[in-house]
């Protein structure tokens, strides 16, 4: 959810997103690029403020789309590439929803904005184990330091990409005062952002451990919510890569922020776990198009 600042309780209050959203009023008023925060959260279950943000269809702010996106995973943790290990069938799990996401009809939801494309979402650039083990905390600054580790390797940032860091459960992320699962002030579970400014930034997003009851769905397996949180984070960082795209003037919402929780996320093509997206075309959330 698109939020002002780093604050810890106060920022997923509906004044602050109503403030948020005036301001970025002004700035198109004035003719400035409406680009906001550059963290962009997924609040928990229970920080969601869903029903106020179901009045009005998202908008255009004259930034960047994707049109035709490509995903890279970074497993960082030596168990993602452990075969004896749980999180290694995980981190399976997340490359195959990845590797067919692009092209399924949950993801055309978002064909109706800018001109965006189904894509195989599969590039050029090869996914990365990092077997390293990250910190307990793993603030921001570290989430970027690992992009930017990724890219050193792996020639460079490509700009139609979405480098996304998973970390283990013995781990969490934190943004400010605001933590999410494992953390001590849980308000989100992952979040997406970019490096830089305009359509040649480095798009990126934290993929926390769904440990804690904020991030779950009842009777899906860690993997299926981490899928919900990776539909959520892909499709957001397609349509509003960095703050100029697509979202709703009036609550401050992108796309997916409108039906991260209700209606309830589900099990939809190949058995993975999706939830809802806003569709200006039906003036409402949807499970595919």
């Given at each position: 959810?698109?939020?002002?600042?780093?604050t810890?309780?106060?920022?997923?209050?509906?004044?602050?997103?109503?403030?948020?959203?005036?301001?970025?009023?002004?700035?198109?008023k004035a003719?400035?690029?409406?680009?906001?925060?550059?963290?962009?959260?997924?609040?928990?279950?229970?920080?969601?403020?869903?029903?106020?943000?179901?009045?009005?269809?998202?908008?255009?702010?004259?930034?960047?789309?994707?049109?035709?996106?490509?995903?890279?995973?970074?497993?960082?943790?030596?168990?993602?590439?452990?075969?004896?290990?749980?999180?290694?069938?995980?981190a399976?799990?997340?490359?195959?929803?990845?590797?067919?996401?692009?092209?399924?009809?949950?993801?055309?939801?978002?064909?109706?904005?800018?001109g965006?494309?189904?894509?195989?979402?599969?590039?050029s650039?090869?996914?990365?184990f990092?077997?390293?083990?990250?910190?307990?905390?793993?603030?921001?600054?570290?989430?970027?330091?690992?992009?930017?580790?990724?890219?050193?390797?792996?020639?460079?940032?490509?700009?139609?990409?979405?480098?996304e860091?998973?970390?283990?459960?013995?781990?969490?992320?934190?943004?400010?005062?605001?933590?999410?699962?494992?953390?001590?002030?849980?308000?989100?579970?992952?979040?997406?952002?970019?490096?830089?400014?305009?359509?040649?930034?480095?798009?990126?997003?934290?993929?926390?451990y769904?440990?804690?009851?904020?991030?779950?769905?009842?009777?899906?397996?860690?993997?299926?919510?981490?899928?919900?949180?990776?539909?959520?984070?892909?499709?957001?960082?397609?349509?509003?890569?960095?703050?100029?795209?697509?979202?709703?003037?009036?609550?401050?919402?992108?796309?997916?922020?409108?039906?991260?929780?209700?209606?309830?996320?589900?099990?939809?093509?190949?058995?993975?776990?999706?939830?809802?997206e806003?569709?200006?075309?039906?003036?409402?959330?949807?499970?595919?198009?």
């Open positions: 959810m698109r939020l002002r600042g780093l810890s309780m106060l920022v997923l209050s509906c004044c602050l997103l109503l403030a948020v959203a005036a301001s970025a009023a002004d700035l198109e003719g400035k690029p409406a680009e906001r925060s550059r963290i962009v959260y997924f609040p928990t279950n229970e920080n969601w403020q869903g029903p106020g943000m179901l009045k009005a269809n998202i908008s255009y702010h004259g930034g960047p789309t994707i049109t035709s996106a490509k995903v890279v995973l970074i497993f960082w943790g030596p168990n993602f590439a452990n075969a004896a290990h749980p999180d290694f069938q995980y399976q799990q997340i490359i195959a929803f990845r590797n067919q996401f692009g092209t399924t009809g949950e993801y055309n939801t978002i064909t109706q904005y800018s965006i494309q189904l894509s195989n979402l599969q590039g650039q090869a996914d990365w990092d077997t390293s083990t990250p910190p307990t905390n793993v603030t921001d600054t570290r989430v970027r330091n690992e992009v930017n580790a990724y890219l050193s390797g792996h020639g460079g940032n490509n700009s139609s990409t979405i480098y860091v998973f970390i283990p459960r013995t781990s969490y992320s934190s943004s400010g005062g605001s933590t999410s699962c494992g953390g001590p002030h849980l308000q989100y579970c992952a979040y997406h952002s970019w490096i830089g400014s305009g359509s040649s930034a480095t798009k990126y997003s934290i993929e926390p769904p440990s804690c009851s904020g991030c779950q769905v009842s009777g899906w397996t860690d993997a299926q919510d981490q899928e919900h949180f990776t539909c959520h984070e892909t499709r957001e960082a397609v349509t509003d890569p960095t703050g100029t795209g697509w979202w709703d003037s009036t609550s401050g919402a992108e796309a997916d922020d409108k039906c991260a929780w209700s209606p309830s996320p589900f099990i939809g093509t190949g058995g993975f776990g999706y939830q809802y806003w569709s200006n075309l039906n003036g409402g959330c949807i499970r595919t198009r």
